[in-house]
């Protein structure tokens, strides 16, 4: 069964750090580009980082860039994204997604169910 | 940055069409992808590449494309469409995925 797993999520205090996990099973997830995206409680969905199946390419979206860093360990089929100097904004479930297609057409067929994390003071 | 537009909602009766439009500059050089999401749970594809659609989703979902907007049509809704619908492109002008605002389907 084709499946991501989200974890790591949890409390953290502004200016503060957090490491997401994502684990894939049912799949070789270095197969795929893996991407990450968030929604803050009441909203819609934002696209945070992506990377590529080997981990060559990396994006950022302008609100994390400098802050996040996306990695990825193949043999672990495994995806994270460190989270640093976290704001009050960055609260919200955040999903990671399998990017399915070819390069430049892909599109996000599978989804965990998301971890949720609170910055707060 | 790139910006797609969509309302944000969309009631309809049972049995009848629902449709949920994605506008955005030039949209008709991207592909767009649908998704739904109900609450508490993680979004569902529904629709790529415009007007595919993913193996287990009902042929009442549909996708099309005209000029500056992408359209998700839902046909015969029923009361478990309810949820938020997202498009989705991916800006090439940014190297960012995009999504709209999202729009809530109420089925009355």
């Known amino acids: 069964q084709v499946q991501l797993v989200e974890s790591g999520g949890g409390l953290v205090k502004p200016g503060g750090s957090l490491r997401l996990s994502c684990a894939a099973s049912?799949?070789?997830?270095?197969?795929?580009?893996m991407s990450w995206i968030r929604q803050a409680p009441g909203k819609g969905l934002e696209w945070v980082s992506y990377?590529?199946?080997?981990?060559?390419?990396?994006y950022y979206a302008d609100s994390v860039k400098g802050r996040f860093t996306i990695s990825r360990d193949n043999a672990k089929n495994s995806v994270y994204l460190q989270m640093n100097s976290l704001r009050v904004v960055d609260t919200a479930v955040y999903y990671c997604?399998?990017?399915?297609?070819?390069?430049?057409?892909?599109?996000?067929?599978?989804w965990g169910k998301g971890t949720t994390v609170t910055v707060a003071s | 940055s790139y910006v797609l537009t969509q309302p944000p909602s969309v009631s309809v009766a049972p049995g009848k069409t629902a449709k949920i439009t994605c506008g955005g500059d030039?949209?008709?050089?991207?592909?767009v992808h649908w998704y739904l999401q109900k609450p508490g749970q993680a979004p569902v594809l529904v629709i790529y590449y415009d007007s595919d659609r993913p193996l287990g989703i009902p042929d009442r979902f549909s996708g099309s494309k005209s000029g500056n907007t992408a359209t998700l049509t839902i046909s015969r809704v029923e009361a478990g469409d309810e949820a938020d619908y997202y498009c989705q492109v991916w800006d090439s002008n940014s190297d960012h995925w995009v999504f709209g605002g999202g729009t809530k389907l109420t089925v009355l």
């Open positions: 997604a399998r990017e399915y297609g070819p390069r430049n057409y892909h599109y996000m067929d599978v």
């Open positions: 049912g799949f070789t997830s270095s197969d795929y580009y």
């Open positions: 990377i590529s199946d080997i981990g060559n390419t990396i």
């Open positions: 030039n949209i008709g050089s991207n592909n």
